[in-house]
């Protein structure tokens, strides 16, 4: 389940898993460190998902509250290379959860769209109980596109050639983050043609 809050005209969204309530935040008007307890008294486990595409950085607080953030999203983030920058703006928020990938598919429609994920675990059992253990464990490895990716927000690159792409993310996302600033002020900053090509 996906939730939605705005913080300072940010939309962010929040991803919900292992919780039978659900809940209604128009009638309620949770705000979202509230929302983000009630969550993890229920068991469950929250996500923030797509950080790259909420512009400027996040309050200590409000990182600090999610049990995991995701650390590489293949639809908003460069698809070549992981984003460091939110791993590293969670670490100076002291942010104690771990990091996650994801596709960000839509639907079975969008299954051949982005590159897969595949998660290894500790444990052979397939189940929903087992799954969200090995999450809550820190006990799990995500690997995509050259890359492995830990559970406390370290990447790894299977190849030599991978090394310099963060810094192409940071490139990518810096310029996102402008060109956004920009458009709410009514200016529009077309893309660098190498970098649409890329992005391709």
């Given at each position: 389940?996906?939730?939605?809050?705005?913080i300072?005209?940010?939309?962010?969204?929040?991803?919900?898993?292992?919780?039978?309530?659900?809940?209604?935040?128009?009638?309620?008007?949770?705000?979202i460190?509230?929302?983000?307890?009630?969550?993890?008294?229920?068991?469950?486990?929250?996500?923030l998902?797509?950080?790259?595409?909420?512009?400027?950085?996040?309050?200590?607080?409000?990182l600090?509250?999610?049990?995991?953030?995701?650390?590489?999203?293949?639809?908003?983030?460069?698809?070549?290379?992981p984003?460091r920058g939110?791993?590293?703006?969670?670490?100076?928020?002291?942010?104690?959860?771990?990091?996650?990938?994801?596709?960000?598919?839509?639907?079975?429609?969008?299954?051949?769209?982005?590159?897969?994920?595949e998660?290894?675990?500790?444990?052979?059992?397939?189940?929903?109980?087992?799954?969200?253990?090995?999450?809550?464990?820190g006990e799990?490895?995500?690997?995509t596109?050259?890359?492995?990716?830990?559970?406390?927000?370290?990447?790894?690159?299977?190849h030599?050639?991978?090394?310099f792409?963060?810094?192409?993310?940071?490139?990518?996302?810096?310029?996102?983050?402008?060109?956004?600033?920009?458009?709410?002020?009514?200016?529009?900053?077309?893309?660098?043609?190498?970098?649409?090509?890329?992005?391709?």
């Amino acid at each position: 389940m996906e939730y939605s809050f705005r913080i300072d005209d940010r939309e962010i969204h929040i991803g919900v898993v292992g919780i039978e309530t659900f809940f209604d935040l128009p009638k309620t008007g949770m705000a979202i460190q509230p929302f983000l307890e009630a969550v993890r008294k229920q068991g469950g486990f929250s996500i923030l998902h797509h950080p790259s595409r909420v512009i400027g950085d996040f309050g200590n607080e409000t990182l600090q509250g999610f049990d995991f953030i995701e650390a590489w999203n293949l639809r908003h983030d460069i698809r070549y290379a992981p984003n460091r920058g939110i791993v590293a703006q969670a670490k100076r928020a002291d942010f104690k959860g771990r990091f996650l990938a994801s596709r960000d598919t839509h639907g079975f429609r969008e299954k051949d769209r982005f590159p897969a994920i595949e998660m290894r675990r500790e444990g052979t059992a397939l189940s929903e109980k087992a799954i969200l253990s090995s999450l809550a464990g820190g006990e799990y490895k995500l690997f995509t596109k050259g890359w492995d990716l830990r559970p406390d927000g370290t990447f790894k690159p299977r190849h030599r050639l991978f090394g310099f792409l963060p810094r192409l993310s940071l490139i990518h996302h810096n310029f996102y983050e402008m060109a956004r600033r920009l458009y709410k002020r009514g200016v529009k900053v077309p893309p660098p043609k190498w970098l649409v090509k890329m992005m391709k």
